[in-house]
């Protein structure tokens, strides 16, 4: 059975630095695409980073461009989530997602974690 299981998430001050972890299981994800969205109280969705299956190119949306780095280490099977400079905005729930059938930045991905809460106070 495939399992994405993120963590690291956590409250902290606007300013602050979190790093997220998404271990994959049940498969090896080494040749897919990952990719991490967020999803705040009544809005949709959104994107926030990719990376591809070999981590030479990285995505990322606007709102986190220069803040955040996404990076992947597929002998742990793992993708990460640096986040630098956090901004009370940046609340959401942060999810895992492999392998997309679209682009990068679509929510077509086949598997996906159960997400890690992260909140940034001012």
């Known amino acids: 059975q495939v399992q994405l299981v993120e963590s690291g998430g956590g409250l902290v001050q606007a300013g602050d630095s979190l790093r997220l972890s998404c271990a994959a299981s049940?498969?090896?994800?080494?040749?897919?695409?990952m990719a991490w969205f967020r999803q705040a109280p009544g809005k949709e969705r959104e994107f926030v980073a990719a990376?591809?299956?070999?981590?030479?190119?990285?995505y990322y949306a606007d709102s986190v461009k220069g803040r955040f780095t996404v990076s992947r280490d597929n002998v742990k099977n793992t993708v990460y989530l640096q986040m630098n400079s956090l901004k009370p905005e940046d609340t959401a729930r942060y999810y895992c997602?492999?392998?997309?059938?679209?682009?990068?930045?679509?929510?077509?991905?086949?598997?996906w974690g159960q997400g890690t809460q992260v909140t940034v106070s001012s």
């Open positions: 990376v591809s299956w070999s981590g030479s190119r990285t």
């Open positions: 997602a492999a392998d997309n059938i679209g682009t990068y930045a679509s929510v077509s991905y086949r598997h």
């Open positions: 049940g498969r090896t994800f080494s040749s897919v695409a």
